[in-house]
């Protein structure tokens, strides 16, 4: 039987904008069905809360320290593996249809003299995948390259310098004026361009039109909606569909200005946090936010009935999940970045088809999982080797089974300040920017090279107010749990070259005539004496 | 002016068995001489005690965490930078002549595209060095292929299956009896070879051929002997060069036997330690040990001659280093492998020829210094851009010109002993044997995950002898240190596809219409004001 992937993706969907994670006004049926008919992991951890990062974690199934590319727009460097590498070994496709937030190592793959525009040097510079349709938004006139979108868009009458910011990233005002999508002010009107042929129905049309034709060779696709990542533009009638009332209280506290960590607190100054000062923005992006997520959620209805309708849910594993969260205006912040739950936790559920898998189904698994435990995943569904000498995820596929296994103890999560005004106020050099989490499922720890690290109870304090990070009271705690990141970050898959098994039965260096530390023939003989009867030969 | 670097290496030279270095007895006048005509860095650490992985750090600029290849014969894996591509950008050649260790990484160059037989492939494979003449020794007739040494072994008359092992491996006995130079017992006994046609030789030999014929395009020649190295088989007269006299006393105390580290006591309990206990083992192996080591002297001081004879002195920077160094009975250990200056510690001399380094010449550098500064160093000597989101070490340079720079603070080193009988006795999973030293000039710390640290004093104790890394006096000074360690793993270089020069120049995302956090035009408007004149361009 074909085993083929469906891996759909949302952008900066909070763990908590779901119904079956307990929104309260959300509208999710959809997403909350897969979530009944397989397993939603409550606490799911993003390598890093930011796009690229977090997805060449997703993408490699290894943490942002050992692939490096730790920022948006940082290439993935050459040589690395990735989702489509580890698939291409089982003869099976990985294909993208949406965004994946790439950029290619030019440098790289010139140096090793790889023709970037090559079929090989496509291959690596799209972060291993197979594009079927490349989106990822961000494409204002001066931005990115256009994507198929803009073609398809321009096709179908949408014209324009760049048809995705004159249609999809812009709205119409009551008297029919056009206005720029990005500017939040705006965020409660409608898109200029009518749903069906918003970015998320044309992924969604994309990814069926892919499974429609892709035939019997297995494949894992890649649907990855841009949304509800902004511009914080709803197509009618999801622009409004929520109101004042479905948006929740903010979630922060005076002290967070005055006693935060100053590398949080230098994120509650710039424009993206202060915004959110403004009494009606919360209101007004919110309610577009959730508009947009069941927007999603309504398209997923439509691909789950559709591959119910032509069988292909009984082969098929499902995974929904996002690439990180979004403050919203909670902690005096917006966007993304750093490690309160809003921003670094996300949703996952997978479905897995096997009859194996009934057990499970409908459940809810607290076990911490990140990331990087997709790859091996999707590796083990499909029936292939899981690398673990490369890949340091793990795969879910025993969990969704019921099978007893050991878990992780601790969630790790990668950031970088490098590009944010904290790095000139800490005087910190650019390189030495990185900090990262610890979540051992109560403690959240985190390790700020150079400057104070960061300690939330989260039994205690749930919402992640107060910082313990110079408490005297918790110094065991801290030591504790630096010693997680100690190993952490001296652990990991780094010699990628070599298996484990390779070393485990390597024959000793003395079949090979290498007599090293040996006195004289007693002491060959004695060797010779201990040698395995496969080693003699 | 053509500015050159010849860069020499010995293979397990220790760093006191240089009579700059403080031995009693052993003559080494022209390595003295290069000592006396530059600067002797007596604090030189490599960044693994073992060939392959201290080379691939040495010929990369990277801390073993960072490349990877932890272990002899591990790839380095494809993409790596090496002192060859750094040169290569400058025009510049990077030639081998003797021993890298070098494995290629097939596999991952088959997955991306490349011919490991083609020039970029072999260039690759080769750790970036245009290879003149490779000889990396450890040729026994069922080992490596043939090297250029054979074929000219077998063009001058020295025949067999294996010319090196026949005749460069082999040593005669007082009856004219043929004996395996292997054989430790047969250490005193003069090799098969004559002197000129030996291994060290044959290499001075091949490099002086290589800068004859070099012409002006600016070289770095890594000439790189695998001598002193085993097989202990030194060519007459080197082979009764020394006696018992000149044989220091063992270094070692009882108790390190009962109550040293266990992954230290496994190693003593090897065969390639235990032959150290026989009476006689040190006496004969360690008397042509110096011989070797006296050989690659006199070698040394013919090619200095003839580079002043052909005025090639004024434009070269010389280096002479090691590889790692050798426990010769010390610490009850033999070979190498861990962190006690026998092994982890080697010499370091450079002559920078040029004027402005006059002002240190036979000074000695007690700063620390490790061997990835050498990658840096020769780029810097030779007028290329030290990439240093991408190099780990520092160039020497400065400190050779008497200028005043900050320096490092600690050394690194690692080691794995997963193919060590400790794994197993530990029960450690093979994945989780890297341990790591921080040397900060007075206390030596190894971290040990899933195992007690070590910690040695160097001031109270500088042979070594007394672990500290569970005593309860001590537990400041394993944190303190254990800080040093968690800020080296989770520091260093990895965003290598994207300098630290670029993050902190690259413009505004406002510049390219990605609007995030903008509420209305006034917003626009106050971005817009603050932009510098070139972005608004």
């Known amino acids: 039987m074909t085993k083929n992937v469906l891996f759909i993706m949302c952008d900066q969907l909070r763990y908590d904008y779901l119904g079956c994670s307990g929104h309260p006004s959300i509208k999710t049926p959809h997403i909350d069905a897969l979530a009944k008919r397989g397993v939603r992991f409550e606490r799911s951890y993003v390598q890093s809360p930011i796009c690229g990062p977090s997805r060449m974690s997703t993408y490699t199934g290894r943490y942002v320290r050992s692939h490096g590319a730790d920022f948006n727009n940082v290439p993935l460097r050459v040589g690395e593996w990735t989702l489509g590498d580890h698939l291409k070994s089982i003869g099976a496709r990985a294909v993208l249809c949406g965004k994946t937030h790439a950029r290619a190592d030019i440098e790289g793959m010139e140096r090793l003299g790889i023709d970037p525009k090559s079929p090989k040097g496509k291959h690596i510079g799209e972060a291993g995948f197979e594009v079927w349709d490349r989106l990822d938004g961000l494409h204002p006139p001066k931005g990115k390259s256009p994507s198929h979108y803009n073609d398809y868009l321009r096709k179908n009458g949408f014209d324009g310098e760049s048809p995705w910011q004159d249609w999809a990233a812009s709205v119409v005002d009551h008297d029919g004026s056009i206005k720029n999508g990005w500017l939040n002010e705006n965020a409660h009107l409608p898109a200029r361009i009518p749903e069906e042929h918003s970015e998320t129905a044309y ?27 902004w511009p914080i533009v709803a197509p009618a009638p999801y622009h409004e569909m929520y109101g004042p009332r479905d948006v929740l209280p903010v979630v922060r506290e005076d002290a967070e200005r005055e006693t935060g960590h100053p590398i949080y607190r230098s994120n509650q100054d710039v ?15 919110i309610a577009t936010y959730m508009g947009l ?15 119910e309708e032509t ?40 479905v897995d088809p096997s009859p194996e898998a009934d057990i499970t189904r409908g459940t809810v698994d607290s076990r911490l999982t990140e990331a990087i435990d997709l790859v091996p995943t999707i590796v083990d569904f499909m029936g292939g080797e899981v690398r673990d000498h490369i890949l340091e995820g793990r795969s879910l ?11 992780r103890t601790c969630a790790f999560s990668e950031a970088d300040y490098g590009r944010s005004p904290a790095r000139k106020k800490l005087g910190q050099p650019t390189n030495d920017c990185r900090i990262v989490m610890a979540f051992d499922g109560r403690w959240k720890y985190v390790h700020c090279p150079g400057q104070n690290p960061m300690l939330f109870d989260l039994e205690a304090d749930p919402q992640e107010m107060t910082d313990l990070g110079t408490h005297p009271n918790f110094a065991d705690e801290r030591a504790r749990m630096q010693g997680h990141v100690l190993n952490w970050a001296y652990g990991g898959c780094n010699r990628v070259t070599q298996t484990d098994a390779f070393i485990e039965n390597k024959p000793s260096e003395f079949t090979r005539g290498i007599l090293v530390g040996f006195w004289d023939d007693a002491d060959v003989a004695e060797a010779q004496a201990q040698l395995t009867p496969e080693q003699t030969v």
């Open 203 to 229: 992924s969604a049309n994309r990814a069926m039109e892919f499974i429609g034709q892709a035939g019997d060779d297995p494949w894992c696709l890649h649907l990855s909606f841009i949304k509800p990542h």
């Open 293 to 307: 997520i069941t927007q999603v959620d309504d398209h997923i209805g439509r691909m789950m009935a559709w591959l």
């Open 311 to 350: 069988d292909r849910l009984k082969d098929t594993l499902i995974i929904f999940t996002s690439d990180h969260g979004d403050y919203l205006g909670d902690h005096w912040m917006g966007e993304k970045l750093y490690f309160h739950d809003q921003s670094v936790r996300v949703p996952l559920i997978v």
């Open 271 to 285: 424009r993206h946090s202060t915004m959110y000062n403004r009494p009606d923005a919360r209101q007004k992006v």
């Open 397 to 407: 596929v025993p969990l969704l089974r019921g099978q007893e296994v050991e878990w």
